[in-house]
């Protein structure tokens, strides 16, 4: 395993937390779309990092 910390998985927002206007800037659906965005690209890196380790 690796001593790297990864974020937790974003959660969507409920729905009570979006109007639906789609007018407010950010939506709560773009806050959680760019952090599954990071929290995936994190993840793919640890995984290549641990594929690595496990071929040395």
Do not use: F, H
């Not at 639906?20 to 990071?38: I, M």
């Amino acid at each position: 395993m690796t001593d790297t910390v990864i974020i937790d998985e974003p959660l969507p927002p409920a729905p009570s937390e979006c109007c639906g206007g789609g007018s407010c800037d950010p939506c709560v659906w773009d806050v959680y779309y760019q952090q599954r965005r990071l929290w995936m690209a994190q993840k793919q890196t640890v995984e290549a990092q641990e594929s690595q380790k496990s071929q040395s």
